[in-house]
Structures are given as structure tokens and as C-alpha cells.
């Protein structure tokens, strides 16, 4: 079974410009998550997905960051424009349900690491 | 305030040691604690905890619940090389998103 994909893997832009990250969940998976870890700080909730419906987007930081998640398949953050205080590890997960989530938990991405310079 | 902390912060251990890992908890809608591995990229999952007292066991590692006392703990016996990373706390605090709250994570570094 394909885990969950994110790209880019890194990226670097300057202040000021646009980025946008994929995240493809695993196949069938509706719950959809995106987490983010700043520097020296612990990852924290961003937004959740139930297939194309965002369930709760409390931990989004300001109206500079954009989720989707069209045909409930793969979802994309994007950050309109970028601020330096944006920088961190951007982290998506999945899962199937609260049936399963016993003996899988939440499968993670590898994270796409964003610095704005 | 939601939290997760976990103790120590970085620990340094030889092959063949046993470690225990901390993690306490103050979480409203408690609904369950995940320990994860995460070694160079993702997260890997661990344990899924959600009754006190019940030990769930991988292999070298083990890991049990205290919802009295609000606390976790994961042990890794007889320790490898290959047991270095850093290993996450996380508390699914309930409702319909069922997100997490991450702990900063402990460092483990296995010598050999």
C-alpha cells in the first residue's frame, strides 16, 4: 500500500511570494490533515479534511493560508503570500476512520520543509 | 490550556539498555494517546492508547497508559543502533476531527 505522498520535499522562496504544497492521502482514505512544525516547537494542527469538506480549520494561522481538497483526493495548502514566520516543516497524515485507527494510527507524510527567506 | 509534554527532552543510552520515555498529559475530550517514531521524514506509528492499565506490547517495545495520573510511558528494552530517533507523544483529544496535540519529543540516541 502507497503511504502518503507529499512535494515538494523542500522549497525556498523569498518573502512576499506564493507556494503551494500537495499532500496525496493514502487511496480511500477520507480524513485528510495538515500539520505544521516550527523550529524548536512541536507540531501542531493546522486543518481537517472529511473528503472534500474541511471538519475544522481552527488551527489555520491567518487568511494567508489556503487548504483544499477537490474530489476528496489529494489536498493542497497554499501560502498567499509567504511571510518569514511561515518556515517549518509542513506535515499532512491520513486515515480511514476511528475503526481503524487502533492498529494504524495516523499515517504521516515525509513533510515538505518550507523556508522563506 | 491543552498540553502534552514529554520528559526527558534528549537522552543518550548504550546498545542493550533499557529506557523508559515520559509523556503526561492535560488534554480536555481525552479521547486516546499515540506514541510515534520518527526517525529522518514521516512519523511512523507506534501505539494507540485508550484504556489505563493495558500494556501494549511490540516487540522491544511497550507501552502503557495511566488516565488517573495522566500519563504514558513507552519502554524500549534491550536497545539498537537502530532505535535512535526522536519519539513523539501525541493526545487525540476528541470531537469530530479527532486531531492530535503533539508533545516536543524525546531525542533518543543509541550508541554502540
Known amino acids: 500500500e502507497a503511504g502518503v505522498t507529499q512535494f515538494p520535499s523542500h522549497s525556498v522562496i523569498e518573502k512576499g511570494q506564493t507556494v503551494t504544497l500537495r499532500c496525496d492521502p493514502i487511496s480511500g482514505h477520507d480524513n485528510l490533515y495538515w500539520y505544521r512544525r516550527v523550529m524548536g516547537k512541536e507540531i501542531k494542527f493546522l486543518l481537517h479534511?472529511?473528503?472534500?469538506?474541511?471538519?475544522?480549520e481552527s488551527g489555520m494561522p491567518n487568511n494567508r493560508f489556503l487548504a483544499e481538497r477537490t474530489g476528496g483526493t489529494y489536498s493542497t495548502l497554499k501560502v498567499q503570500p509567504a511571510e518569514l514566520e511561515d518556515s517549518g516543516v509542513y506535515f499532512c497524515?491520513?486515515?480511514?476512520?476511528?475503526?481503524?485507527?487502533?492498529?494504524?494510527?495516523?499515517?504521516f507524510g515525509s513533510g515538505t520543509r518550507l523556508t522563506v527567506v | 490550556e491543552d498540553k502534552v509534554v514529554q520528559s526527558p527532552l534528549s537522552l543518550v543510552v548504550h546498545e542493550g539498555d533499557t529506557v523508559t520515555l515520559n509523556c503526561s498529559y492535560e488534554?480536555?475530550?481525552?479521547?486516546?494517546l499515540l506514541w510515534y517514531k520518527q526517525e529522518k521524514k514521516a512519523p511512523t506509528f507506534l501505539f494507540m492508547l485508550t484504556s489505563s492499565g493495558i500494556e501494549k506490547k511490540s516487540g522491544r517495545l511497550s507501552s502503557i497508559l495511566d488516565k488517573k495520573e495522566l500519563f504514558s510511558i513507552l519502554n524500549i528494552t534491550a536497545t539498537q543502533t537502530g532505535d535512535s530517533a526522536v519519539y513523539l507523544c501525541a493526545c487525540n483529544y476528541g470531537g469530530a476531527t479527532n486531531k492530535l496535540i503533539f508533545g516536543t519529543g524525546t531525542l533518543l540516541a543509541v550508541q554502540p
Open positions: 488534554v480536555t475530550n481525552f479521547r486516546s
Open positions: 497524515a491520513s486515515s480511514a476512520g476511528l475503526a481503524t485507527l487502533s492498529l494504524y494510527g495516523y499515517t
Open positions: 479534511f472529511v473528503k472534500e469538506s474541511k471538519q475544522d
